[in-house]
């Protein structure tokens, strides 16, 4: 069965723990939005072992840490939600989540940061991998 979360393109890797990898997501409206990608295939969170859902948690309070100090994040949201999953079958979720780290004063124009990904997103990666790496 095809799973795109599984074949899909680790380019914009940014950490990786040893049960989740960490994607710069492609859209930035919202500055350092990450994917977090199950390194194995699961379709359910009930599928998750014990040491999946330590690592997760550990992994989280690092990026809450690398957003707060790379960018000045004030909160967070993550979020779970599988409805792409099940727009066309066969179905095939993969458990993933979506983290956007949220601002107290949201940038001016964060379309124009979006925009600049293409020409800012080496130096976003290599600033967030510095600190990531580091907490």
Not at 24 to 52: F, N, P, V, W
Not at 82 to 106: I, S, T
Request: aromatic content about 12%; charged content about 25%.
């Amino acid at each position: 069965m095809h799973c795109h979360t599984c074949k899909s393109s680790k380019d914009d890797l940014i950490y990786e723990s040893d049960y989740w990898i960490v994607l710069l997501h492609k859209s930035q409206g919202y500055i350092g939005r990450c994917m977090i990608d199950l390194k194995r295939h699961a379709e359910s969170l009930s599928d998750l072992t014990k040491d999946e859902w330590e690592d997760f948690i550990s992994l989280i309070k690092k990026l809450e840490a690398a957003l707060k100090k790379s960018f000045m994040a004030t909160t967070f949201n993550l979020t779970f939600m599988m409805n792409d999953a099940f727009q066309e079958k066969p179905y095939n979720p993969h458990v993933h989540w979506h983290l956007r780290a949220r601002y107290r004063n949201q940038f001016s124009d964060k379309f124009a940061v979006a925009r600049q990904l293409p020409l800012a997103a080496l130096s976003l990666i290599n600033r967030f991998y510095s600190v990531i790496t580091a907490v």
